[in-house]
Antibody, heavy 121, light 108 residues
């Protein structure tokens, strides 16, 4: 059973860069069967897709965040990462890493447990 | 970009009631539509995929229908454990999903 686990600082100062890592276990991040992505949820609000990456390195970003987002893959560690620059209080949210199936149930996203990141000085 | 709307934004119903949530896409997405349930403090959980297919292990009181731009999610007999927020999600462009704003379901 493929599992995802987010890790990273829970507190980031305004104007700094938010950095999170997602460790994949139970499967290979180099598989062509999945897209890997980040989705966030501000407290009390809905779900916002941040961006996705394919094993080939192709990336896809939410246009509203594109100028501040970088997603990358480290196949040697079976991890993928999120960097969000110039953060403000509006970036405070639970950040989920997730995978989208391309074969069995295309378009279905399966989620990690999520990690709360607070932007505050 | 494809936008998703949901209605209502919240509802309160009695145990045993039939509950219906609608989701509308800003353009034709065929049946590329999933439904998730999210309970407080938890990650979303898949209930329905491809608009009308029940995920393995999900109770049969949950169902979905629709295609094109208009979709419906139904709980045939609301149970106390169904208290949650429900989201639709389109995947017309698979790596770039869009979620509806959510419908919060409560017990009257």
């Amino acid at each position: 059973q493929l599992q995802l686990q987010e890790s990273g600082p829970g507190l980031v100062k305004p104007s700094e860069t938010l950095s999170l890592t997602c460790t994949v276990s139970g499967g290979s991040i180099s598989s062509s069967s999945y897209y890997w992505g980040w989705i966030r949820q501000p407290p009390g609000k809905g779900l916002e897709w941040i961006g996705s990456i394919y094993y080939s390195g192709s990336t896809y970003y939410n246009p509203s965040l594109k100028s501040r987002v970088t997603i990358s893959v480290d196949t040697s560690k079976n991890q993928f990462s999120l960097k969000l620059s110039s953060v403000t209080a509006a970036d405070t949210a639970v950040y989920y890493c997730a995978r989208a199936d391309t074969v069995t149930h295309p378009g279905v996203w399966y989620w990690g447990q999520g990690t709360l990141v607070t932007v505050s000085s | 970009d494809i936008q998703m709307t949901q209605s209502p934004s919240s509802l309160s119903a009695s145990v045993g009631d039939r509950v219906t949530i609608t989701c509308q896409a800003s353009q034709d997405i065929s049946n590329y539509l999933n439904w998730y349930q999210q309970k407080p403090g938890k990650a979303p959980k898949l209930l329905i995929y491809d608009a009308s297919n029940l995920e393995t292990g999900v109770p049969s009181r949950f169902s979905g229908s629709g295609s094109g731009t208009d979709f419906t999610f139904t709980i045939s007999s609301l149970q106390p454990e169904d208290i949650a927020t429900y989201y639709c999600q389109q995947y017309d462009n698979l790596p770039s999903p869009t979620f509806g704003p959510g419908t919060k379901v409560d017990i009257k």
